[in-house]
């Protein structure tokens, strides 16, 4: 099998961790319905929660996980390199990031939405995401800057 790595396979990744991150994710699908859409997450059971689009499972991983960071990133690595997304959108947490991080290598357009739950402040990878992602959107009116964007929430 010979795989082309210049040929896009999806015009939109998403991305995100299983909670919270994944049913704000969700609440998005709509803006997807025109676009040819794959999902990443770390929970393999919510290949069902797609609706027929690609599925693919990557390793829980958080800052206290080291050996799992290298995993999940090697993983998001790989499904970026292949699928060559023309946007990548996350709403958090690790692998998103990763997505992040690796999109921008790739060319693709990147947007990070920060969880409703960061009230006070954007989480840690939503500040790291300020510095690389093409568009942050934050949930809170209170928390836009010129970099971060509020257009409302998601819930």
Partial sequence: ??????KRTASVLA????GGHWIELQRLTPLFKDHD?????????????????????VPDA?????????????M???RVAV???????TTGAAPGLMGIVIGRIFGAKTIWIDSIANVEKLSLSG??????????YTQWSHLSTG????????L
């Fill in 1 to 6: 099998m010979t795989i082309n790595f210049s």
């Fill in 15 to 18: 991305i995100a961790s299983i």
């Fill in 37 to 57: 859409v794959t999902f990443i997450s770390n929970k393999s059971f919510l290949d069902s929660k797609v609706n027929g689009s690609k599925y693919y499972n």
């Fill in 62 to 74: 958080n800052k206290d996980q080291k050996f799992n960071l290298i995993k999940c990133f090697c």
């Fill in 76 to 78: 998001v690595f790989v």
């Fill in 83 to 89: 699928l060559r997304p023309g946007v990548i959108i």
């Fill in 127 to 136: 500040r790291i995401a300020t510095k690389i992602a093409d568009r942050v």
């Fill in 147 to 154: 970099k971060i964007v509020y257009s409302g929430n998601l």
